[in-house]
Structures are given as C-alpha cells and as structure tokens.
C-alpha cells in the first residue's frame, strides 16, 4: 500500500517559487494518478493540480500558467513546481491517490506561506 509524504513548504514572498516534494514508499508512483489538493485556513481542500499514470495534468484554473506537476520515476516522487506565488496561495498543500481522497486518508501536508 502506497504511502506519500509532503515537503517542500515555506515562508515566501509575493512572486517567488517554491517547489514542493510528494515522495512515496511501499510502492511505485508511476502506476498512480496523484493529486495535489491544498486548504486555507476555512476553507474547503480544493484540488489543485493532479498528474496520471501517463503524465497527463490537469490544473485548477486559478494555477494555471503557474504550476507545473510532473514526477520522477527513478525517485519515486511527484513535485509541484509553484512560480508567481500569490498571497491567495497560502495553503497546506497535500498529495493523495485518488482512493486516498475517497476514504479520506491524508497525510500530514506541507505549509506554504506567501507574504505580501
């Protein structure tokens, strides 16, 4: 059974970058469809970019342009990739398998902070 974990989050200013990491143990990434969801403070988890077994991406309209997901088999990992960072980015940002976000199961995320 598939386990992801976050990293990558930070305190950056309006316009930076961040990249940030979901790496995964227990089995191969390359076989999964993965999201990136992220949740602002009262606010619902919206999904923000997602990334399928045959790299096809998709992106919420409010990323696009900005954010790239991609993966890398040989390390197991998807990353996000965040250019143009807004203040409305301000997030915890979690990966999840499509059956992960089914049952609900998410891990622990990573922060993402950007000052005006």
């Known amino acids: 059974q598939v386990q992801l974990v976050e990293s990558g989050g930070g305190l950056v200013q309006a316009g930076g970058s961040l990249r940030l990491s979901c790496a995964a143990s227990?089995?191969?990434?390359?076989?999964?469809?993965i999201y990136w969801h992220r949740q602002a403070p009262g606010k619902q988890r919206e999904l923000v970019a997602s990334?399928?077994?045959?790299?096809?991406?998709n992106y919420a309209d409010s990323v696009k342009g900005r954010f790239t997901i991609s993966r890398d088999n040989a390390k197991n990992t998807v990353y996000l990739q965040m250019n143009s960072l807004k203040p409305e980015d301000t997030a915890a940002y979690y990966c999840?398998?499509?059956?992960?976000?089914?049952?609900?199961?998410w891990g622990q995320g990573t922060q993402v902070t950007v000052s005006s």
């Open positions: 990334i399928t077994s045959g790299d096809s991406t």
């Open positions: 227990g089995s191969f990434l390359n076989s999964y469809t």
């Open positions: 999840s398998t499509p059956l992960m976000r089914t049952l609900g199961r």
